[in-house]
T-cell receptor, first 114, second 112 residues
Framework: GENVEQHPSTLSVQEGDSAVIKCTYS??????FPWYKQELGKRPQLIID?????GEKKDQRIAVTLNKTAKHFSLHITETQPEDSAVYFC?????????????FGAGTRLAVHP | SAVISQKPSRDICQRGTSLTIQCQVD?????MFWYRQQPGQSLTLIAT?????????ESGFVIDKFPISRPNLTFSTLTVSNMSPEDSSIYLC?????????FGPGTRLLVL
């Protein structure tokens, strides 16, 4: 079955620096890749997603890139702020029986220091 | 995006008892999902709940332990049966839009 590996498990940056989180997936049929941010004690919140027909997507300070050949995708956060501190999860899925079954990475704990 | 609520938000239960968690969505959705998240860990899919049919369970999860109901397009329940301390976790429901899944706030369960 699908497996998603996520690195690093923890990431510490200074405010204003960039942060990059990388994920690899095993199933070449996967076609949808969302990223979730989970603050302590809160629900996972979708922050950006990308589909397999697109190589890159940006939303203000957040961008995601996808390399289908290498089967990896990355989250890029620029000009980090303390409120970006959270756990970030990548996920991969493919349309199966009319729904997307998400397989999550292990998560990256991002700490942004003022 | 869908707005999802869960009840209860947290509970402390005795071993051997059962707890039913409710999940309500503010719009009609085809698919709902139930996840378990251990503290500091990732999300593990328990089962997929499709309205009008039996839930589909992932490897390691069985219907007798985690029965699920999906009576309509906006509501689902997950029961954690015959609980043991190993069932202590956060249980989250999610609802699928076109492709995106939105999550409920979670139910924090402690089994003594």
């Amino acid at each position: 079955g699908e497996n998603v590996e996520q690195h690093p498990s923890t990431l510490s940056v200074q405010e204003g620096d960039s942060a990059v989180i990388k994920c690899t997936y095993s199933d070449s049929a996967s076609n949808y890749f969302p990223w979730y941010k989970q603050e302590l004690g809160k629900r996972p919140q979708l922050i950006i997603d990308i589909r397999s027909n697109v190589g890159e997507k940006k939303d203000q300070r957040i961008a995601v890139t996808l390399n289908k050949t290498a089967k990896h995708f990355s989250l890029h956060i620029t000009e980090t702020q303390p409120e970006d501190s959270a756990v970030y999860f990548c996920a991969a899925s493919k349309l199966t029986g009319g729904y997307n079954k998400l397989i999550f990475g292990a998560g990256t704990r991002l700490a942004v220091h003022p | 995006s869908a707005v999802i609520s869960q009840k209860p938000s947290r509970d402390i239960c005795q071993r051997g008892t059962s707890l039913t968690i409710q999940c309500q969505v503010d719009s009609q959705v085809t698919m709902m999902f139930w996840y378990r998240q251990q503290p500091g860990q990732s999300l593990t899919l328990i089962a997929t709940a499709n309205q009008g049919s039996e839930a589909t369970y992932e490897s390691g999860f069985v219907i007798d332990k985690f029965p699920i109901s999906r009576p309509n397009l906006t509501f689902s329940t997950l029961t954690v049966s015959n609980m043991s301390p190993e069932d202590s976790s956060i249980y989250l429901c999610s609802a699928q839009g076109a492709e995106t899944q939105y999550f409920g706030p979670g139910t924090r369960l402690l089994v003594l």
